[in-house]
């Protein structure tokens, strides 16, 4: 019996089953590394985080449900972490200044996934099929 769990946890599908499950504590402790020190530890942000420093850029929103990090796809969320927010802000021709610096030469595409994955999991389920429902209309899919 033993012998086949082994080889049906080595097969190359079940290798893949486990690959798509979101690994929660790599993206808690690569958000605790990377992100928490402005993000604060808790997800929840800076304090004043809705209004302007006197550089004109925001303290950090939080990332938490009262924040807005929801309101925006996947696709928008992957690119300002991997390129920074005012890359990504001056492509879309946004007049914001964004301080959020990018993360693109220290985190790897899955590394920036699990620490999305991991805020991910802290939203109530309807603020995530919401989130979910915005990255469905920024990939096109109806």
């Keep these: ?33 990377n992100c928490a020190s402005c993000h604060g530890l808790n997800l929840e942000g800076q304090s004043g985080w809705q209004s302007a420093n006197e550089d004109g850029t925001y303290p950090a929103p939080p990332h938490d449900e009262t924040g807005h990090t929801w309101h925006h796809g ?40 699990a620490v999305l994955d991991y805020i991910k999991s802290t939203w109530p389920d309807r603020i995530r099929a919401a989130q979910s429902d915005r990255s469905r209309l920024e990939a096109g899919a109806p």
């Design 1 to 33: 019996m033993f012998a086949a769990a082994a080889h049906l946890l080595s097969a190359p599908q079940a290798n893949a089953f486990f690959h798509n499950s979101p690994d929660l504590e790599r993206g808690r402790e690569l958000y605790d590394t």
């Design 74 to 113: 996947d696709t928008m969320l992957l690119d300002y972490i991997r390129r920074g927010g005012q890359a990504v802000l001056d492509d879309m021709g946004v007049d914001f200044t964004s301080g959020m610096p990018g993360f693109g030469d220290e985190l790897t595409a899955d590394d920036i996934e």
